[in-house]
């Protein structure tokens, strides 16, 4: 469940991992803004403008390595990344494709749980 907090905000949350931060100019002129950084793996935690959501994750499926996953989180929900063929993938969070994000997420986290609550 959103926080009120969160459901009240034009932006979402993700990050962008360090191989990814290759293209921090690019994603800087979509209006990201950075917040933080995991200092486990030097991930960017980044605010993306709801409206440049799709952008932000056509540009991450593009530098992304192939076996990756990444997901953005507020009043709109999603994940995607790109298999290890290459081939990228999108899911937005709704009721009908909870079941198919977490199949997906299985492939790349072996102990997701099909059942997972999203």
Request: hydrophobic share 40%.
């Amino acid at each position: 469940m959103l926080s009120d907090d969160a459901k009240n905000k034009n932006e979402v949350r993700s990050c962008i991992m360090k191989n990814e931060q290759k293209a921090l100019s690019d994603y800087l002129e979509l209006g990201v803004k950075v917040l933080d950084v995991y200092k486990v793996n030097d991930a960017l935690v980044v605010e993306v403008p709801i409206d440049k959501v799709e952008e932000f994750v056509g540009l991450s499926l593009s530098v992304m390595q192939p076996g990756f996953w990444n997901e953005y989180l507020g009043i709109k929900t999603g994940f995607f990344g790109k298999f290890l063929n290459g081939e990228t993938f999108h899911l937005p969070l709704t009721p009908e494709n909870q079941t198919k994000i977490n199949l997906t997420m299985q492939q790349f986290v072996s102990s997701w749980k099909i059942d997972t609550d999203l």
